[in-house]
């Protein structure tokens, strides 16, 4: 315990803390409500797919309300809310991030995010120009494309959406520290005349680093493709992402993961915050590609980014299951005195006045079904996805959604994960049971 206290600890609190991966998270923060509103608009699009033949089989509902969204124009509302949001994450990423990486290096946020802006889409492949003239690979039809009703000379979506946003994050990185740096010389800085409106001085300020930056950062991605023949979405596609997420999609990573946080919640560290920063950079992405495939109807590919609301019932360390159990089998007042102003926050997700008032920090009794529950539930989660027994989650709910609600809706209307959801929370009541009768005794005794 001691070693903990003095070494891991302190290394934990240290990563949390790390400038960069402070902005990354603050970044996904604020762009937390435009996936969930996007999510939102996936749902409403696709809920009826819960009545189809290999759901409730009522095609009625199915075909009655698709029908509905149709003609009511309430369809194409909602795919305009999701490209404006989903279909837009790496470019919201970039900005979010610009101006949160600035503001750790005290520098100008909106003009670092104009930049990382100016940089992101100046590198962004073009839409392939379509000939007028077409001729298959076999040499033995043609076809005749009008070349006004193909987009040309645009921005390829796909490099705009979660695709894009490893190469968002690592571009973005780079222009900041350097914009901002090159922003902090006297050297470089155009001082204009008191009368000059703010606005405009402040911009004539940034002129030079910015300009510096923008062709600096985009001749070497451009001279990089030249080089290598890939462009940078390919390489980081090749050599960042995909390796990361096939290391990622694990069992061994959600063990991992669930444990860390609540280990470092029983030392009064917010898990949560510290781990999501080395990990929402993953995770995301990947959440953001299970949307992608529900809404087209097919197969969710990852499973672990969307363990949360399996794995986190009433808040880190799982903690309904020891409301109930207190309400239950607790004789300590103490104890029922705190859950019984936990219980409406708990529902919500929120276990700080639990977590600090039962204590579960750093009380040996209670750490141990904090971390053991959740990892649990994690590995019997993720086997369940394995082996397509319940479905995966594929949109983002907000976690303060109540449990079951929860499940439902995170994995577009899934009645089999709300109810394993449900039977989780039993489990988590059996679990937390004899570790509250110990309590019971140990005050009893004291």
Same mark, same amino acid.
Request: net charge neutral; with cysteine.
């Given at each position: 315990?001691?070693?903990?206290?003095?070494?891991?600890?302190?290394?934990?609190?240290? *990563?949390?803390?790390?400038?960069?991966?402070?902005?990354?998270?603050?970044?996904?923060?604020? &762009?937390?409500?435009?996936?969930?509103?996007?999510?939102?608009?996936?749902?409403? $699009?696709?809920?009826?797919? @819960?009545?189809?033949?290999?759901?409730? $089989? @009522?095609?009625?509902?199915?075909?009655?309300?698709?029908?509905? @969204?149709?003609?009511?124009?309430?369809?194409?509302?909602?795919?305009?809310?999701?490209?404006?949001?989903?279909?837009?994450?790496?470019?919201?990423?970039?900005?979010?991030?610009?101006?949160?990486?600035?503001?750790?290096?005290?520098?100008?946020? *909106?003009?670092?995010?104009?930049?990382?802006?100016?940089?992101?889409?100046?590198?962004?492949?073009?839409?392939? &120009?379509?000939?007028?003239?077409?001729?298959?690979?076999?040499?033995?039809?043609?076809?005749?494309?009008?070349?006004?009703?193909?987009?040309?000379?645009? @921005?390829?979506?796909?490099?705009?959406?979660?695709?894009?946003?490893?190469?968002?994050?690592?571009?973005?990185?780079?222009?900041?520290?350097?914009?901002?740096?090159?922003?902090?010389?006297?050297?470089?800085?155009?001082?204009?005349?008191?009368?000059?409106?703010?606005?405009?001085?402040?911009?004539?300020?940034?002129?030079?680093?910015?300009?510096? &930056?923008?062709?600096?950062?985009?001749?070497?991605?451009?001279?990089?493709?030249?080089?290598?023949?890939?462009?940078?979405?390919?390489?980081?596609?090749?050599?960042?992402?995909?390796?990361?997420?096939?290391?990622?999609? &694990?069992? #061994?990573?959600?063990?991992?993961?669930?444990?860390?946080?609540?280990?470092?919640?029983?030392? #009064?560290?917010?898990?949560?915050?510290?781990?999501?920063?080395?990990?929402?950079?993953?995770?995301?992405?990947?959440?953001?590609?299970?949307?992608?495939?529900?809404?087209?109807?097919?197969?969710?590919?990852?499973?672990?980014?969307?363990?949360?609301?399996?794995?986190?019932?009433?808040?880190?360390?799982?903690?309904?299951?020891?409301?109930?159990?207190?309400?239950?089998?607790?004789?300590?007042?103490?104890?029922?005195?705190?859950?019984?102003?936990?219980?409406?926050?708990?529902?919500?997700?929120?276990?700080?006045?639990?977590?600090?008032?039962?204590?579960?920090?750093?009380?040996?009794?209670?750490?141990?079904?904090?971390?053991?529950?959740?990892?649990?539930?994690?590995?019997?989660?993720?086997?369940?996805?394995?082996?397509?027994?319940?479905?995966?989650?594929?949109?983002?709910?907000?976690?303060?959604?109540?449990?079951?609600?929860?499940?439902?809706?995170?994995?577009?209307?899934?009645?089999?994960?709300?109810?394993?959801?449900?039977?989780?929370?039993?489990?988590?009541?059996?679990?937390?049971?004899?570790?509250?009768?110990?309590?019971?005794?140990?005050?009893?005794?004291?």
């Amino acid at each position: 315990m001691k070693f903990l206290e003095e070494k891991f600890i302190p290394l934990a609190s240290k *990563i949390g803390s790390q400038r960069h991966l402070v902005a990354i998270r603050d970044a996904f923060v604020v &762009t937390m409500p435009l996936t969930i509103v996007g999510a939102i608009a996936v749902l409403i $699009n696709n809920i009826h797919g @819960i009545f189809a033949d290999n759901g409730l $089989n @009522i095609p009625a509902i199915q075909q009655g309300y698709a029908k509905m @969204i149709t003609s009511t124009g309430i369809k194409d509302v909602m795919t305009a809310v999701n490209k404006g949001s989903i279909n837009m994450m790496a470019v919201l990423l970039v900005v979010t991030l610009g101006f949160n990486m600035a503001k750790g290096l005290d520098g100008d946020g *909106i003009a670092t995010s104009a930049v990382a802006l100016t940089c992101y889409l100046g590198l962004t492949p073009a839409v392939q &120009t379509l000939a007028s003239h077409y001729t298959w690979a076999n040499n033995t039809n043609n076809i005749d494309v009008l070349t006004t009703d193909i987009a040309s000379g645009g @921005i390829a979506a796909n490099k705009l959406d979660s695709n894009g946003m490893f190469v968002g994050m690592i571009l973005t990185i780079i222009v900041s520290e350097i914009f901002v740096r090159l922003s902090r010389n006297d050297k470089l800085k155009i001082t204009l005349p008191d009368g000059v409106p703010p606005a405009v001085a402040g911009s004539f300020t940034v002129l030079i680093p910015a300009v510096l &930056t923008v062709i600096m950062v985009v001749a070497v991605g451009t001279y990089i493709e030249r080089l290598s023949g890939m462009n940078l979405w390919i390489i980081i596609q090749k050599f960042v992402s995909s390796p990361l997420n096939s290391v990622a999609d &694990t069992v #061994g990573t959600a063990v991992l993961v669930y444990f860390l946080i609540t280990f470092l919640w029983t030392f #009064g560290l917010h898990g949560s915050n510290i781990v999501g920063a080395v990990t929402k950079p993953i995770f995301t992405p990947m959440l953001l590609e299970n949307t992608s495939a529900y809404e087209a109807g097919d197969k969710i590919p990852n499973i672990i980014p969307g363990l949360y609301p399996f794995v986190a019932i009433g808040g880190s360390g799982s903690t309904l299951g020891l409301i109930i159990a207190i309400l239950l089998f607790s004789k300590v007042q103490s104890e029922k005195t705190v859950v019984g102003i936990s219980i409406a926050p708990g529902i919500f997700g929120i276990n700080e006045p639990l977590t600090f008032g039962i204590p579960i920090v750093m009380n040996p009794i209670y750490m141990i079904p904090f971390i053991v529950g959740p990892v649990v539930l994690s590995v019997l989660t993720y086997l369940l996805m394995q082996f397509n027994i319940i479905d995966r989650t594929c949109l983002n709910v907000p976690w303060v959604t109540p449990p079951l609600l929860y499940a439902f809706l995170a994995t577009g209307g899934s009645f089999k994960s709300m109810l394993w959801n449900a039977i989780e929370i039993v489990f988590l009541t059996i679990l937390w049971m004899p570790f509250v009768q110990i309590s019971n005794k140990q005050s009893a005794i004291a």
